[in-house]
């Protein structure tokens, strides 16, 4: 039924005036002369092109496929040698599983936001919309490997998720700092975003600062508590999905009345608002909702899949190759944003660089308040229904631990600061950023002992 709305763009275009245009990436600046004089800023708007756009689009096959093809078989290729009782060094096994892993999730993570754009696009959705749920998809592939790291190494689940959280800061830092620079040497991003995201950051680090002092004050006073019971970490999780919950409520709330005052300001019909809206899907193949679902079923194959690879790898690196749960965790996490990555690798092909820039940023907020309560939960579940003996278990107040819960006030009230001022990193604020991330990385691997 949503599909017949899809004329040419040629068609469409003859019965609308310009102005629907204003505020896309793209359009004539001449038309943003009335966005200014209400008082929006045409170059922080939140609109964006979904999907593949046109000039990347030369093969007929999506890149994607032939990625998916190629992990596919190396997966096979490991799935037959163990089938057929056939041993590989354990160092090669182990890099060969995480290879494997992160390619197949790399890939399962584009399909999944495809599969998204998709359906919006044939849901009628607004733009804003299908960007969240892109974004919060593409998590699942992250979201399996935590699964699956639960019953191989709690513990390397829980520093997994915590470090991932630096290096997504550490990515947006540096990346925001290569963007193009207006004339004060600011890219902004869509306010909403900037606003909600202040607010999380700011939660986020109060949080940590929280919880790593009451863990500081318990291990150091002799106090009989001495570690997460699994009650404490269900409180903790729920806590932080909460926050979620209201951040996105309060986020596409924002992005629904920042594109009505851009309506209201330009005067447009109805017909050239949904035009408008369809402008953001120029780019995205109209497909059935078998294909749709087909493409969903592909994507959380691959997820488990990669997961599974990757669990793989933890279980060789932690018990056959000796390596500590620490090191373990630095070399997951440093590709468990895999899923942000692509997202914002393809939106700067498509220089769309705020909403790169945005998704770079919304890795970090979905890091704090989905994976990590996720991975609380997981690590509950299993310490209270499955294997409470199991050797991490419970997560102790440990020197490490206590680091990664403190060292949040410090890295994310850093970003706060800096996008209240309303400006991306300057080659100061990126020095910042890796000072602070860097310096909780040396001190993990010098006490990473105690962890234990």
Not at 218 to 240: N, R, W
Not at 270 to 294: C, D, P, T, Y
Not at 383 to 388: D, G, I, T
């Amino acid at each position: 039924m949503k599909n017949t709305t899809t004329h040419s763009q040629s068609e469409r275009a003859e019965q609308v005036r310009p102005e629907v245009a204003a505020g896309l990436p793209g359009a004539p600046s001449a038309l943003h002369k009335y966005l200014r004089k209400a008082g929006i800023d045409p170059d922080r708007l939140s609109i964006l092109h979904l999907g593949r756009p046109t000039h990347l689009g030369t093969h007929q096959t999506p890149p994607w496929i032939r990625r998916m093809v190629i992990a596919y078989v190396l997966w096979l290729g490991l799935f037959l040698l163990d089938y057929n009782s056939i041993e590989l060094p354990h160092y090669l096994e182990a890099i060969f599983s995480l290879v494997v892993g992160l390619l197949i999730i790399q890939v399962a993570c584009q399909i999944l936001v495809t599969a998204t754009e998709r359906f919006a696009a044939r849901m009628g959705w607004t733009h804003y919309v299908a960007g969240t749920v892109s974004e919060i998809l593409s998590t699942l592939p992250e979201l399996v490997v935590i699964g699956f790291l639960v019953p191989v190494s709690p513990l390397t689940a829980f520093i997994v998720a915590m470090i991932t959280i630096y290096n997504n800061a550490l990515v947006f830092s540096i990346y925001s700092y290569f963007l193009p620079k207006d004339c004060k040497g600011k890219f902004l991003m869509p306010k909403p975003i900037t606003d909600a995201g202040t607010q999380v950051l700011i939660a986020g680090g109060a949080l940590g600062l929280v919880m790593g002092i009451v863990m500081l004050i318990f291990s150091s006073k002799g106090h009989p508590k001495q570690a997460f019971e699994a009650i404490d970490l269900a409180v903790m999780a729920f806590l932080l999905l909460a926050i979620f919950v209201v951040y996105l409520y309060k986020l596409v709330r924002d992005l629904g009345k920042e594109e009505d005052e851009v309506q209201t300001t330009l005067k447009l019909t109805e017909n050239e608002m949904l035009e408008r809206q369809l402008l953001a899907f120029k780019n995205v193949e109209r497909s059935s909702i078998g294909q749709i679902i087909l493409l969903l079923m592909l994507g959380v194959l691959g997820a488990f899949l990669g997961g599974e690879s990757i669990a793989d790898f933890a279980s060789l690196a932690i018990k056959d190759l000796g390596l500590s749960g620490i090191v373990a965790a630095m070399i997951l996490a440093g590709f468990a944003g895999m899923s942000e990555y692509v997202i914002l690798w393809t939106s700067h092909r498509k220089k769309e660089y705020g909403i790169a820039l945005a998704n770079a940023f919304g890795g970090i907020a979905q890091l704090m308040f989905l994976i990590v309560p996720f991975t609380f939960l997981a690590i509950a579940y299993y310490q209270a229904f499955v294997n409470p003996n199991h050797a991490d278990l419970p997560i102790l107040f440990s020197v490490p631990n206590i680091l990664l819960l403190i060292f949040l006030f410090p890295t994310l009230h850093t970003l706060a600061s800096l996008l209240e001022n309303d400006h991306t990193m300057d080659i100061l604020d990126t020095t910042i950023m890796v000072a602070l991330v860097g310096l909780l990385l040396i001190l993990l691997v010098s006490y990473g002992s105690a962890a234990g």
